[in-house]
């Protein structure tokens, strides 16, 4: 049965890509260049010009007519289609690109985010990212969700209390740093915080710093290492189940 918390999650979700859904059809009608702006948003969903067409159920030609400028610029209501057409394909997708851009976290740092469901042991997910537990903490706990982030860009742009935008709908979760050369700051932001994840993950990290691991004991998180890419990992934890 899905819980309360759950539903609720998934209601603002859904709310938030009907803000999206605002955001990019504004940024299309106000565009100068609007065939430019469609481009760039397809190319964010990563939506080819003939699956967009399939979507849209018209021609590639029509897509790059749109595109170039050699069509008319789109009104209002062919506009709305294209939108509705990219949040769909993504939606299909499992929406990585919606929930990127609904998360609350920059999109310069935010690789994946997702919640389950239900409950998934935490030595299922070490196992799927062929990581291996390089601290004290106990493994023996389950997860609700992942997050994945780029380490640099939440250094530059996070402050220690927006730590908790990574957790989405429950702190019960994974976080993922990619681009950890010693992992100090990402352990200290996240002592510094109330809000606590069920494990930290370090994504091809350099040496691991003393520090690092300390905090791991001092807070009962386990510190993971993992050689696998972050595109392996968004893979392998989408198909988590």
């Keep these: 049965m899905v819980s309360i918390g759950v539903l609720c999650y998934y209601k603002t979700l859904q709310f938030s ?5 605002e955001i990019i059809a504004g940024q299309i009608a106000m565009s ?23 979507q849209l159920k018209v021609t590639p030609s029509v897509v790059s007519d749109y595109e170039s400028g050699r069509r008319k610029s789109p009104g209002t209501f062919a506009v709305r289609k294209i939108v509705l057409a990219l949040i769909e394909i993504d939606r299909k997708r499992g929406s990585p690109v919606s929930r990127k851009f609904n998360s609350g976290v920059p999109p ?17 997910v070490i196992k799927a990212i062929n990581g291996i537990n390089v601290s004290s903490p106990s493994i023996d706990r ?16 996070f402050s220690y209390s927006e730590y908790g935008k990574l957790y989405g709908w429950s702190s019960q979760r994974v976080i993922f740093f990619t681009e950890v050369t010693l992992g100090r700051s990402p352990m200290i932001a996240i002592r510094a915080h109330p809000l606590k994840p069920a494990a930290v993950v370090y994504i091809k990290p350099g040496k691991i710093d003393p520090l690092a691991l300390k905090i791991s004991e001092l807070e009962n998180i386990p510190l993971i290492v993992t050689e696998s890419g972050a ?3 968004v893979g392998a934890m989408s198909s988590l189940r």
Excluded: C
Aim: net charge negative; no cysteine; aromatic share 10%.
């Design 17 to 21: 890509f009907m803000e999206l859904e």
């Design 142 to 157: 389950y997860i609700r969700g992942y997050t994945i982030v780029n380490g640099v860009q939440v250094a530059l742009t």
């Design 108 to 124: 310069s740092a935010l690789i994946d985010i997702k919640d389950y469901d239900h409950d998934i042991k935490l030595e299922r």
């Design 231 to 233: 595109d392996e990992i």
């Design 32 to 54: 100068e260049n609007p065939g430019d702006t469609i481009r760039k948003w397809r190319e964010e969903f990563k939506v080819s010009p003939s699956e967009l067409a399939r």
